[in-house]
């Protein structure tokens, strides 16, 4: 925690280093967060390059803060809502504030199977990915959870970024397959 508060500290000072520590150490985190909150890659994106933008424009006035990771994920979580509100009524059809309002409407039973639901589904997913060889499952973990290129991924594993591309579809076909299956016939 000392390490964090001193990072901070400095980036509030100017330091670009320590800029640029803070958005290596936090980018993939956030993208991670924002990803399950709106599920969708370039608003995430936008919103956490816009985060950090600001992060450096403000420096300066930023308050003092011992844990970075809850500070920043609480901004864009703000982001991302602000984001989602403009963009909902932006195209008729997609209600996100009656969507919202209708989740706090739900009564205990309602909320309690929709919980079951995810989670069953969790553990159906669960299940697919144990199908996957862990060569599999860190390609998968690397360029879908880590954002990474075919090529930065031969690069990390020492592999041809042909053969990566053809694990990737190989490991996606197997999840394929294999959540149909629990899906429609468990």
């Given at each position: 925690?000392?390490k964090?508060?001193?990072?901070?500290?400095a980036l509030?000072?100017?330091?670009?280093?320590?800029?640029?520590?803070?958005?290596?150490?936090?980018?993939?985190?956030?993208?991670?967060?924002?990803?399950?909150?709106?599920?969708?890659?370039?608003?995430s994106?936008?919103?956490?390059?816009?985060l950090?933008?600001?992060?450096?424009?403000?420096?300066?006035?930023?308050?003092?803060?011992?844990?970075?990771?809850?500070?920043?994920r609480?901004?864009l979580q703000?982001?991302l809502?602000?984001?989602?509100?403009?963009?909902?009524?932006?195209f008729?059809?997609s209600?996100?504030?009656?969507?919202?309002?209708?989740t706090f409407?739900?009564?205990?039973?309602?909320?309690?199977?929709q919980l079951q639901?995810?989670?069953?589904?969790k553990?159906?997913?669960?299940r697919?990915?144990?199908?996957?060889?862990?060569?599999?499952?860190?390609?998968?973990?690397?360029?879908?959870?880590?954002?990474?290129?075919?090529d930065?991924?031969?690069?990390?594993?020492?592999?041809?970024?042909?053969?990566?591309?053809?694990?990737?579809?190989?490991?996606?076909?197997?999840?394929?397959?294999?959540?149909?299956?629990?899906?429609f016939?468990?």
């Amino acid at each position: 925690m000392v390490k964090e508060t001193l990072l901070w500290k400095a980036l509030r000072t100017g330091d670009l280093d320590a800029f640029t520590d803070v958005y290596k150490a936090y980018y993939q985190f956030l993208f991670s967060y924002a990803i399950r909150l709106c599920g969708n890659k370039d608003m995430s994106k936008d919103c956490i390059h816009e985060l950090f933008l600001e992060l450096w424009k403000d420096r300066t006035r930023l308050p003092e803060v011992q844990h970075i990771g809850a500070y920043l994920r609480t901004i864009l979580q703000r982001k991302l809502t602000r984001e989602i509100r403009k963009n909902s009524s932006a195209f008729p059809g997609s209600d996100y504030e009656e969507r919202e309002s209708d989740t706090f409407q739900c009564s205990y039973e309602d909320l309690m199977v929709q919980l079951q639901s995810k989670e069953e589904m969790k553990e159906k997913v669960r299940r697919a990915l144990l199908r996957l060889s862990p060569r599999q499952l860190e390609i998968i973990r690397m360029k879908f959870f880590e954002d990474k290129s075919y090529d930065e991924i031969a690069a990390a594993t020492s592999a041809a970024p042909r053969t990566i591309y053809n694990q990737v579809y190989m490991a996606l076909k197997t999840l394929r397959d294999h959540l149909r299956l629990l899906l429609f016939f468990v």
